[in-house]
């Protein structure tokens, strides 16, 4: 599966963004998928998870309540909402296959986004 994110930019804090993830290949609906993100200096997190039906959905706990992961299987793409942005949620976000917890699976380009105090 070949992965191509898309729909970051620079938003001021308390902003939305959405974000989606094209994925070539049949097999996108039969994984569970995840968003992903690095900020400069850390370690890449997991922001959010969506099992391959849709549901089962996982957020970590600072974007809870603000961030809705989703994904349209007819399209082979996943999504990520985000609003009331905060400036710590500056990064490049990525999507992923989540195998086992982890991601899994070659990383695309990923897309940046910003969040201006």
């Known amino acids: 599966v070949q992965l191509v994110e898309s729909g970051g930019g620079l938003v001021q804090a308390g902003g939305s963004l959405s974000l989606s993830c094209a994925a070539s290949?049949?097999?996108?609906?039969?994984?569970?998928m995840g968003w992903f993100r690095q900020a400069p200096g850390k370690e890449r997190e997991l922001v959010a998870r969506i099992m391959w039906y849709g549901g089962g959905t996982y957020y970590a706990d600072s974007v809870k309540g603000r961030f809705t992961i989703s994904r349209d299987n007819d399209k082979n793409t996943l999504y990520l909402q985000m609003s009331s942005l905060k400036p710590e949620a500056a990064a490049v976000y990525y999507c992923?296959?989540?195998?086992?917890?982890?991601?899994?699976?070659?990383w695309g380009q990923g897309t940046q986004v910003t969040v201006s105090s």
């Open positions: 992923n296959i989540v195998w086992s917890g982890r991601p899994y699976g070659s």
């Open positions: 290949g049949r097999s996108f609906s039969t994984y569970d």
